[in-house]
């Protein structure tokens, strides 16, 4: 078995893959992605680490992530992930809060959006057929914690194509979605 270690903030060990993406690789899912400058877009927005244990698509299999989302604004929106819905689309996921303050964004199918205030122990059932994106709406990194059916898939498309249906943004200072 290989050796893994989850400290509560950082996975580490034999098979636990790292990717890093910047704000120049998200840029188009901001309103003003257009104003990140060159030195702005090689600044990390946010990190992933996963167990990845089966090959993706198997099913019954389970894949566990957490991811450390950096505070910032992009004009008057949050820094926050890509957001998606899962391949096979009924397929559920956990969030679970670690360290710092963010909102969930959740769309349903119908384009209806929702948010859900995450803080350290808050936890999040995303059901099947609902589209998630994280924002960080504090000052520090926000760490949360990831576990998805390997059978699930991520489709991205969707989003880039159509985004979500409101905004998160810093509206006299607090945290609103905007339509
Ligand atoms: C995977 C899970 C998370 C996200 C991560 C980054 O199903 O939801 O590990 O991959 O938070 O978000 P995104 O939307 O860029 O994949
Ligand atoms: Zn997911």
Same mark, same amino acid.
């Given at each position: 078995m290989p050796e893994l270690i989850f400290s509560g903030k950082s996975l580490v060990g034999e098979g636990v893959e790292h990717l890093s993406r910047n704000l120049e690789s998200i840029k =188009?899912?901001?309103?003003? /992605?257009? =104003?990140?400058?060159e030195e702005q877009g090689r600044q990390v927005a946010y990190t992933v680490s996963s167990y990845?244990?089966?090959? %993706? *698509?198997? %099913? *019954?299999g389970l894949y566990f992530g957490i991811t450390h989302l950096y505070p910032g604004l992009v004009g008057d929106e949050y820094f926050m992930t890509k957001g998606h819905f899962h391949k096979k689309v009924d397929t559920a996921e956990f969030y679970w809060g670690i360290e710092g303050e963010g909102v969930l964004i959740l769309m349903g199918r119908d384009g209806h959006v929702w948010g859900e205030k995450i803080f350290p122990g808050s936890l999040h059932y995303i059901p099947g057929g609902v589209a998630h994106r994280m924002a960080n709406t504090g000052d520090c990194v926000l760490s949360f914690g990831a576990c998805w059916g390997s059978?699930? /898939?991520?489709?991205?498309a969707s989003i880039e194509k =159509? /985004?979500? /249906?409101a905004r998160l943004k810093k509206v006299n200072g607090e945290p609103q979605l905007v339509k």
């Open positions: =188009s899912i901001f309103e003003a /992605g257009d =104003s990140i400058t990845l244990p089966v090959t %993706e *698509g198997t %099913e *019954g059978d699930a /898939g991520h489709d991205y =159509s /985004g979500f /249906g």
